[in-house]
């Protein structure tokens, strides 16, 4: 994933723009930059690598060496960004949020019409961003450009553009996928992925930007270039997953939904088959936590917190790129509450269950230190197809996801017609799952939240919501 901030001011601006870009930390752990404009320098930028470090710790002295009226910021866990270009459109930095799956084929129509070339990464990997900006400049605008480039790329891309007068550019992706809001200050405009980013440097909400709309802004105008489209598809996942708890989507707030989805799930479960007898409801830190909270209130059971992530020094345990070191850093994370472990039936809800990498060793140390039971809820239906759209899973293909692989050994490719009887707990294929994954995960019992149950939760039309990931849907 990822994330990007932009402020345009009446004074300088650089320190806003850390603290709005480092609020964006939790969507990306390896790149990381922010360019700047001031009207003696011009533009500046600069990037570091933040695998093994905070970005607050890389950019904590940026205000000694650059400087600005207008700023913007990335977290990338791609690419690095923001890039600084110079093409018939003027000077301009650039960063790009989403993905791009036909970046070699546009890479390829690029090269053989124009001739020119771009700056390969090690591999010989293009920037996507470069990409980006090379398509932007086919046109003879930057409104023409960002239209034909959502227009020819497969997949998703929010723009984010510092032009050479100070003014800044932001476009939503073509269908909305990803958020981008407009915050206003009393001398500053601000746009941001997480909205409370802005709210925290004192401004107040002033627009979303619609599927496809593209502005331009500065400290004391907004202007629109390119009005909304009607097509909306954003990821239902922003709220169960990857979003900040603080932050709200379509008015939508994220803490409010994953509660409000927990306890749904407990009415749905207690309208079924009924709920386990468990001695408390836990949720798998963080994200699962507020599903779990809201379990607990549907179930009238109460909260606990069994182990407790220790996060000053491995605060994410997505950091590592190695499978095998990111399963030892959650390991080491995790500090029992003996108290609350020993002896007692647990449900632990958690946000999605991906690859189930991790899930088994938790179990595992729950079991260890004495559990007698542990049922797993999960607050999204199973995933069956990777995201095409975003970058939010390190997994590369369908059969990396735990649902598939096991479909695959069950029924070979005869299981791929049925995923949506696999997703249905109530369809004898829908126990099977459920069943192996317990065998093998070592769960005592196992229930996924419904499609329906989530759209619930969120509250937004359900044709409006990308539900990819989960039916294949489009």
């Not at 020119?116 to 961003?129: E, P, R």
């Not at 790129?321 to 500090?335: G, P």
């Not at 140390?365 to 239906?381: D, E, I």
Request: glycine share 10%; net charge negative.
């Amino acid at each position: 994933m990822g994330g990007f901030f932009g402020m345009a001011a009446m004074r300088d601006c650089i320190t806003d723009v850390l603290f709005g870009t480092d609020y964006h930390s939790h969507l990306g752990t390896k790149r990381a930059g922010m360019a700047s404009y001031d009207r003696e320098t011009g533009l500046q930028r600069e990037i570091h690598s933040i695998e093994n470090s905070p970005f607050r710790t890389k950019f904590e002295h940026v205000g000694e060496t650059m400087c600005g009226t207008s700023a913007i910021g990335c977290i990338s866990d791609s690419d690095p960004q923001p890039l600084l270009i110079r093409s018939n459109l003027g000077t301009y930095s650039i960063c790009v949020i989403g993905r791009i799956n036909n970046a070699q084929e546009l890479t390829d129509q690029y090269l053989s019409f124009s001739g020119g070339h771009f700056d390969a990464m090690t591999g010989g990997k293009i920037n996507s961003t470069e990409l980006v900006s090379s398509l932007i400049d086919q046109k003879s605008s930057f409104t023409d450009g960002i239209r034909f480039a959502q227009k020819v790329i497969d997949g998703t891309a929010s723009i984010l553009i510092l032009c050479s007068d100070g003014s800044i550019i932001a476009a939503r992706d073509r269908f909305g996928r990803l958020p981008v809001l407009i915050g206003k200050g009393e001398d500053c405009r601000c746009v941001t992925f997480e909205s409370f980013a802005y709210k925290k440097l004192g401004c107040t909400d002033e627009r979303e930007l619609g599927p496809g709309e593209i502005v331009r802004f500065g400290a004391d105008f907004i202007e629109t270039l390119s009005g909304p489209g009607e097509k909306m598809r954003i990821c239902s996942f922003l709220w169960s997953y990857y979003g900040y708890p603080t932050s709200t989507y379509e008015g939508v707030n994220v803490e409010v939904m994953r509660c409000r989805n927990g306890e749904i799930m407990a009415r749905n479960e207690r309208e079924g088959d009924g709920i386990p007898d468990v001695d408390y409801v836990c949720g798998v830190p963080d994200s699962g936590t507020p599903h779990a909270i809201g379990y607990a209130n549907g179930s009238h059971l109460p909260f606990a917190r069994p182990y407790i992530k220790y996060t000053p020094s491995w605060s994410r345990s997505f950091m590592p790129l190695r499978q095998d070191e990111r399963n030892q850093v959650a390991k080491m994370k995790q500090i029992p509450v003996a108290e609350l472990i020993d002896g007692k039936n647990l449900m632990f809800v958690d946000d999605s269950i991906v690859r189930g990498t991790q899930l088994r060793e938790t179990v595992d140390f729950l079991q260890q230190n004495g559990a007698k039971a542990v049922h797993m809820r999960s607050a999204c239906p199973p995933i069956m197809f990777g995201c095409k759209y975003l970058n939010f899973s390190r997994a590369t293909g369908d059969s990396e996801l735990l649902a598939r692989r096991i479909i695959e050994e069950l029924e070979g490719d005869e299981g791929e017609k049925h995923l949506d009887e696999y997703s249905d707990s109530k369809t004898e294929r829908g126990k099977r799952l459920r069943a192996e994954i317990c065998r093998r995960m070592h769960f005592d019992s196992l229930e996924f939240q419904s499609l329906d149950g989530v759209a619930e939760a969120i509250g937004i039309d359900r044709c409006r919501l990308c539900t990819y990931c989960w039916n294949g849907e489009e």
